[in-house]
């Protein structure tokens, strides 16, 4: 059904993969049936803005953040001429959008080593100079003193339900104060939580405002979005509004 469906917009049938996720199936009271053909290794490429990404379907999530992609456009040309940071890189993707738009430098940084290697290779598949390191981010940029003007903190889900949102909070509280103490005086930081429990809450902009006071940085707010166009909501079904994706000017108190 589904390759039907979306055989007229490809202009070809379409090949359609099951990614099972075992722990919803259960919670579901669905059978956990191994899919023989789920080995991994399926790359395909995307292209997005002129850039070619490299895509494990069996990769994280879908292989690909689809629902950045409208982020990743707005704050592209904001990043000509500046050092940018891409926390939680995975892929790349924020990182050689803005080389692409003319960054002057970009840095990447991951705890996965496949996920700097998929983005290593994404650099190079277009012709971009960035710098992906494999590290732990909080570590990292404790680490670190440099600074930069545009940072970008995508970490990935924190509360994956809403008994999990204290612990989450601080966590997301703990890396938001590291990452705008990384960023340059008058810089941009876009920090975003996909987790649906925290952004049905409403309480990710005060998380913000408490990592700020944490790190000494008076912090506006410039935008607030979330995901990509086609990730439509069902109004039943609230919690698929899943990503807040939070573009901030900092500045140091």
């Known amino acids: 059904a589904l390759a039907r469906r979306y055989e007229p917009l490809a202009g070809a049938a379409p090949t359609v993969l099951w990614r099972r996720a075992a722990a919803r199936l259960r919670s579901e009271g669905l059978e956990d049936v191994a899919d023989d053909d789920a080995q991994g290794g399926d790359i395909v490429e995307a292209l997005e803005a002129g850039l070619r990404f490299e895509v494990d379907v069996y990769g994280q999530k879908t292989g690909f953040y689809c629902d950045q992609r409208d982020n990743r456009a707005f704050l592209s040309p904001l990043c000509r001429g500046k050092r940018v940071l891409d926390l ?32 290593t290779r994404n650099a190079g598949r277009n012709g971009l100079a960035a710098t992906f390191e494999a590290a732990d981010v909080s570590a990292w940029l404790k ?93 039943a079904f609230p919690e698929g509004a899943y990503l807040t994706a939070v573009l901030l000017h900092v500045e140091a108190l």
């Open 88 to 119: 939680y890189c995975y892929s790349g993707g924020f990182a050689l959008s803005a080389l692409r738009a003319g960054a002057e430098s970009a840095v990447g940084v991951d705890s996965s080593a496949p996920a700097v290697a998929l983005a």
């Open 143 to 235: 680490a670190s003193d440099e600074t930069f003007d545009v940072v970008v903190c995508d970490p990935p889900k924190l509360a994956p339900s809403a008994r999990d949102l204290p612990k989450a909070a601080r966590k997301y509280k703990a890396v938001n104060s590291l990452a705008m103490r990384a960023v340059a005086p008058g810089g941009l930081l876009l920090t975003c939580t996909c987790s649906s429990a925290m952004t049905t809450s409403g309480d990710f902009l005060k998380v913000l405002d408490d990592a700020a006071a944490d790190a000494s940085r008076r912090i506006t707010v410039l935008r607030v979005a979330g995901a990509a166009a086609d990730h439509v909501l069902q109004p």
